[in-house]
């Protein structure tokens, strides 16, 4: 056996093994889900479904799901509208003047720590009367998941033939009928994606949400935070099983899409 042929199986086996020990602690969580028993233990004594059968009648639970599964599609949206014109108004920038001010801008709040972001926000949206909305949360959202957005489109546009947007232009077509009918449908998928990102991202975030939150727009990461404190129960790994298959499901739609317009490319 040759020594390269070693190396590959050991750095897989390696890669394996790294894989296996970051997945287990989901496995746990969904494991401890069908616990029988009123407090979590791995492995449960004994297995059923009442605990989910309890989320599904407890109204505080769905009402929080529901917020979650909202603000998600709002902040996909928004950063979508967000992360798509900026990447897209950058590549029509040729001297690149736009882009020196835009990249590090997109960044900032990367950069900065998430309770700073939440302590400043809760007191920008007191001052203008968005405290406790929907709103608060899905703009605070958006200021995480515009950049991977961004930054996914701009991956994207660096693969289009920018020479079609010049022949519509040529044409006679407008920006928005140019954009539209050429440019889009090369760049859907990628669009998709971008979206698929900043919902799940919205869907896991908890801290900002726990500083601008209200009781009617508890999410369910804060609820479940809330729950911990005062029992730990299996519902929270019920809920943690929802949001992790929610999140499977989505980075499985985000493969699909791009596999699709990889397959596009190749039959074209």
């Known amino acids: ?95 690149d003047s736009l882009g020196a001010i835009l990249q590090p801008l997109v960044l900032i709040p990367l950069l900065i720590p998430p309770v700073v972001l939440g302590i400043t926000l809760l007191m920008y949206f007191s001052e203008v009367g968005l405290r406790g909305s929907y709103a608060s949360i899905i703009l605070a959202h958006t200021l995480w998941a ?39 449908p090369n760049v859907k998928h990628g669009i998709l994606v971008g979206a698929l990102l900043a919902f799940i991202i919205s869907l896991q975030e908890f801290v900002m949400a726990l500083f601008l939150s209200t009781p009617s727009t508890t999410t369910i990461p804060v609820l479940a935070w809330t729950q911990i404190r005062q029992a730990l129960d299996p519902m929270v790994s019920v809920v943690s099983t929802f949001l992790i298959l929610i999140s499977i499901g989505a980075i499985v739609l985000a493969a699909i899409a791009t596999n699709l317009e990889w397959l596009s490319k190749q039959l074209s």
């Open 146 to 184: 515009t950049p991977l957005v961004y930054f996914v489109m701009r991956s994207v546009f660096s693969r289009f033939d920018w020479q079609q947007l010049d022949a519509a232009h040529d044409l006679g077509a407008g920006p928005v009928r140019s954009f539209v009918h050429v440019v889009l």
């Open 1 to 95: 056996m040759h020594r390269e042929t070693v190396e590959n199986r050991v750095f897989r086996a390696s890669y394996l093994a790294l894989l296996v020990f970051m997945l287990l602690p989901l496995f746990v969580v969904v494991v401890t889900s069908f616990s029988q028993a009123g407090r979590l233990a791995f492995p449960p004594e004994s297995y059923s479904l009442a605990w989910y059968g309890e989320f599904f009648e407890s109204t505080r639970w769905l009402r929080a799901f529901t917020n979650s599964i909202l603000i998600g599609v709002g902040t996909a949206l928004l950063a979508s509208l967000l992360g798509v014109t900026g990447a897209f108004g950058q590549e029509l920038d040729t001297d």
